[in-house]
Protein backbone atom coordinates (compact mmCIF):
# COMPACT_ATOMS: atom_id res chain seq x y z
CA UNK A 1 0.00 0.00 0.00
CA UNK A 2 1.45 3.37 -1.06
CA UNK A 3 0.97 6.48 1.05
CA UNK A 4 1.08 9.99 0.43
CA UNK A 5 4.22 11.82 2.15
CA UNK A 6 4.50 15.78 1.19
CA UNK A 7 7.95 17.59 0.74
CA UNK A 8 8.54 21.29 0.39
CA UNK A 9 11.00 22.67 -1.90
CA UNK A 10 11.99 25.83 -2.78
CA UNK A 11 11.08 27.46 -6.07
CA UNK A 12 14.68 26.94 -7.94
CA UNK A 13 14.51 23.33 -6.37
CA UNK A 14 10.92 22.56 -7.64
CA UNK A 15 11.66 24.43 -11.50
CA UNK A 16 15.17 22.32 -11.64
CA UNK A 17 12.98 18.60 -10.68
CA UNK A 18 9.97 19.84 -13.40
CA UNK A 19 12.36 20.93 -16.17
CA UNK A 20 14.26 17.64 -15.26
CA UNK A 21 11.36 15.53 -15.82
CA UNK A 22 10.42 16.91 -18.68
CA UNK A 23 13.76 16.24 -20.65
CA UNK A 24 13.23 12.79 -19.24
CA UNK A 25 9.41 12.48 -20.31
CA UNK A 26 8.64 11.23 -16.24
CA UNK A 27 6.83 13.04 -13.53
CA UNK A 28 8.35 15.19 -11.02
CA UNK A 29 7.05 12.17 -8.52
CA UNK A 30 8.62 9.77 -10.45
CA UNK A 31 12.20 11.60 -10.11
CA UNK A 32 11.56 12.11 -6.22
CA UNK A 33 10.52 8.36 -5.80
CA UNK A 34 13.22 7.11 -8.09
CA UNK A 35 15.88 9.39 -5.95
CA UNK A 36 14.54 8.54 -2.71
CA UNK A 37 14.96 4.77 -3.68
CA UNK A 38 18.49 5.21 -4.80
CA UNK A 39 19.40 6.93 -1.52
CA UNK A 40 17.90 4.30 0.69
CA UNK A 41 19.66 1.54 -1.05
CA UNK A 42 23.01 3.32 -1.23
CA UNK A 43 22.77 3.79 3.22
CA UNK A 44 21.05 0.82 3.55
CA UNK A 45 24.13 -1.10 1.97
CA UNK A 46 26.97 1.59 3.76
CA UNK A 47 25.25 0.54 7.17
CA UNK A 48 25.56 -3.28 6.40
CA UNK A 49 28.94 -2.70 5.65
CA UNK A 50 29.88 -1.02 8.55
CA UNK A 51 27.98 -3.69 10.67
CA UNK A 52 30.09 -6.34 8.88
CA UNK A 53 33.25 -4.19 9.20
CA UNK A 54 32.55 -3.74 13.23
CA UNK A 55 31.85 -7.23 13.33
CA UNK A 56 35.52 -8.44 11.81
CA UNK A 57 36.96 -5.81 13.83
CA UNK A 58 35.71 -7.40 17.03
CA UNK A 59 36.58 -10.43 15.99
CA UNK A 60 40.02 -9.41 15.44
CA UNK A 61 40.66 -7.25 18.68
CA UNK A 62 39.30 -10.74 20.16
CA UNK A 63 41.41 -13.08 18.64
CA UNK A 64 43.91 -11.31 17.40
CA UNK A 65 43.86 -12.82 14.23
CA UNK A 66 44.90 -10.94 11.00
CA UNK A 67 45.23 -11.75 7.46
CA UNK A 68 49.13 -10.33 6.09
CA UNK A 69 49.54 -8.07 3.29
CA UNK A 70 51.57 -10.28 1.24
CA UNK A 71 48.79 -13.24 1.22
CA UNK A 72 46.48 -10.59 0.38
CA UNK A 73 48.63 -9.16 -2.92
CA UNK A 74 49.06 -13.01 -3.79
CA UNK A 75 44.88 -13.47 -3.87
CA UNK A 76 44.91 -10.37 -5.78
CA UNK A 77 47.46 -10.90 -8.43
CA UNK A 78 46.15 -14.37 -9.21
CA UNK A 79 42.45 -12.41 -9.10
CA UNK A 80 43.87 -10.45 -11.47
CA UNK A 81 45.25 -12.86 -13.90
CA UNK A 82 41.71 -14.80 -14.15
CA UNK A 83 41.86 -17.09 -11.64
CA UNK A 84 38.56 -17.74 -10.13
CA UNK A 85 39.68 -18.98 -6.66
CA UNK A 86 37.77 -18.62 -3.41
CA UNK A 87 39.76 -16.89 -0.39
CA UNK A 88 42.20 -19.17 1.55
CA UNK A 89 43.61 -18.26 4.46
Known amino acids: ?15 RL ?5 KRNRSPHWLMKSAIESYLEREENYEREKAEDMTRWEQYITTG ?9 IWLE ?9 WQQ
Open 18 to 22: KALAE
Open 78 to 86: DLSKGADKP
Open 65 to 73: KAISGEKVE
Open 1 to 15: MSTSQGIKLDENTKA
